[in-house]
């Protein structure tokens, strides 16, 4: 709606964004590089954590998408609460054998996924799961059946694993991993991700809006920044919300320049809409 008003050729703080518009922050750029290092190193677990809405999934979703051929199959599990053995037969289903999409007990799934692995392994082939949301496996009694299947097939590969586990989830998930000494001795990287700074906070949004289409740098005042800074704390998907709702405004009230007013005023509506709600 408001793209024309401020020379954009899309929204440009939508939560879901491509390859092209990610920005890589200091911290998200250390903790992606320490994700491909552990994956294409076919090391047993690599564990992502970081506060809700600083762009986890977002990470962990960029990193999978540019592995080379040979890490695959790649299985993703975003909702993971669920008892263990439920979740071992979804993810032997998502890895793909063909048996697996009977409906098979526990003992079958594990004698399914461990043959996979080995026809996998002799395909030069190295499986990825990735388990997004993972702080909430500790509760079901997760974690410790994951680990075992970084067992499955061990004979048969000259790594660690024939897979990779990857956990993405929020600040608890190292302390929940620690509790469980033997998967944690098998981590092999983490990465914690940080709040942005105020430079990053206006490399951010300038980003976004170049991304958008944006040819100017002076749509946000320097004030502007400051507010969206301290009242996002630093946190991707607020300032999301913050910067489009704060160009809605501005378009409604036919302004040039989004200044620390408009983002006072963004950030008392949403306040008041999570008050309603």
């Known amino acids: 709606m408001y793209e024309s008003h401020w020379g954009l050729h899309r929204l440009p703080f939508l939560a879901k964004v491509d390859s092209d518009s990610y920005y890589p922050s200091e911290s998200h750029q250390a903790a992606a590089l320490k994700l491909h290092y552990a994956l294409e190193q076919r090391r047993s677990v690599a564990v992502i954590c970081g506060e809700p809405g600083l762009g986890k999934t977002m990470l962990l979703e960029s990193c999978l998408d540019q592995l080379p051929e040979h890490i695959a199959p790649v299985t993703k599990v975003v909702y993971p609460a669920m008892p263990p053995d439920q979740l071992l037969r979804f993810v032997v289903r998502q890895m793909g054998p063909v048996e697996s999409k009977s409906n098979l007990d526990l003992s079958q799934a594990i004698e399914t996924l461990e043959r996979f692995l080995r026809h996998n392994l002799a395909e030069g082939n190295h499986a990825v799961v990735a388990i997004d949301e993972a702080h909430m496996l500790e509760q079901y009694g997760s974690l410790e059946p994951l680990r075992l299947i970084l067992n499955l097939a061990g004979d048969a590969c000259d790594t660690e694993s024939p897979l990779t586990l990857v956990l993405a989830g929020g600040t608890t998930l190292l302390s929940h991993v620690a509790k469980h000494s033997s998967l944690e001795d098998r981590v092999a990287v983490r990465c914690h991700l940080?709040?942005?700074?105020?430079?990053?906070?206006?490399?951010?949004?300038l980003h976004r809006l170049r991304c958008s289409g944006c040819n100017r740098e002076d749509i946000f005042s320097a004030k502007a920044f400051e507010h969206l800074h301290l009242l996002s704390q630093g946190i991707p998907r607020r300032i999301n919300r913050l910067c489009d709702l704060a160009l809605m405004i501005g378009f409604a009230q036919e302004l040039k320049t989004v200044d620390a007013r408009?983002?006072?005023?963004?950030?008392?509506?949403?306040?008041?809409?999570?008050?309603?709600?």
């Not at 940080?194 to 949004?205: G, K, M, N, P, Q």
């Not at 006072?264 to 008041?272: K, V």
């Open 262 to 277: 408009t983002i006072l005023s963004a950030h008392a509506e949403l306040s008041s809409q999570r008050l309603a709600a």
């Open 194 to 205: 940080e709040r942005f700074s105020l430079d990053d906070t206006v490399a951010y949004v």
